[in-house]
């Protein structure tokens, strides 16, 4: 696996690391010694576990991500973290052990020439209607104070219970649902006043290319980068001086394992 890091920003999402996945924590630790060697920077724009339950429950998935992510931080590479909808609760005591900076969305990422609005995408599924009501629960200081208030085993058992709930309904959504709404797209461009949106949570890789009603910096083209999640193969976004790259490598580890199975959204 050669590296790609060099003078390129990373971007990587929904990796899902889950103590179930040993495989997948082996393959997260080799790119981050040979592909993200070197990097100028790496943003992980959420999802990068399971779940997360609170920087209070020390586990050695936790504490092994960590390690790895501030050895390389250690190199000279900046790391950025995100929030995803699986892992939203990661706060800053985790973010400062992993040497890395906690990303509020949307963010502003000017790099090379660049200029992009990060999110991990969760947000732009507005037809997704019971998620949206879900997400604003959650998401609200007030729930997470109340949840994080009670016990390591009580956060444990929700979180599973919300896992087993969330794979029910979605296993019963029409896909076009659980993707983004593309006015909400196109809304937040002109928000930010930027031509190039990046995202993961879909697990739809893909670049495309957008047709702008109203101009922005001088453009009638944007394009929305889509990162792609880690099953059955890795994807990271590069970016150097030459624009952006996505790019998908084999895993070292067997796809056969009965540990390597797609993770839900």
């Known amino acids: 696996m050669s590296a790609i890091g060099g003078k390129q920003a990373l971007f990587i999402s929904d990796l899902h690391l889950d103590p179930e996945t040993p495989e997948l924590l082996a393959e997260f630790l080799l790119f981050l010694e040979t592909r993200a060697a070197g990097a100028q920077a790496l943003y992980i724009l959420g999802d990068l576990f399971e779940k997360w339950i609170g920087d209070d429950d020390e586990h050695s998935l936790g504490n092994q991500v960590a390690e790895a992510l501030r050895k390389l931080a250690d190199t000279g590479t900046e790391i950025y973290l995100m929030h995803g909808n699986r892992d939203f609760l990661i706060g800053e005591q985790y973010a400062r052990k992993c040497h890395a900076t906690l990303l509020q969305e ?35 200081s007030r729930w997470q104070q109340d949840f994080l208030g009670k016990s ?57 290319t957008l047709r702008l009603e109203k101009p922005i910096n001088g453009s009638l083209e944007a394009q929305r980068l889509v990162l792609g999640s880690w099953d059955q193969k890795g994807w990271v976004l590069a970016l150097d001086e030459s624009g952006f790259n996505l790019q998908h490598f084999r895993f070292q580890a067997s796809p056969n394992s009965p540990n390597f199975s797609p993770k839900a959204k």
């Open 106 to 140: 949307p963010h502003i990422m000017e790099r090379h020439g660049q200029r992009a609005v990060l999110i991990h995408g969760d947000s732009l599924c507005t037809r997704d209607l019971a998620y949206m009501q879900f997400r604003q629960m959650v998401r609200s």
């Open 152 to 208: 390591l085993v009580e956060r444990q058992m929700i979180a599973q219970q919300a896992r087993q709930q969330s794979q029910e309904a979605n296993s019963n959504k029409a896909s076009d649902i659980m993707d983004v709404t593309p006015q909400e797209v196109i809304k937040l461009l002109q928000e930010q006043q930027v031509n190039t949106l990046i995202h993961g949570h879909t697990h739809r890789p893909a670049v495309h």
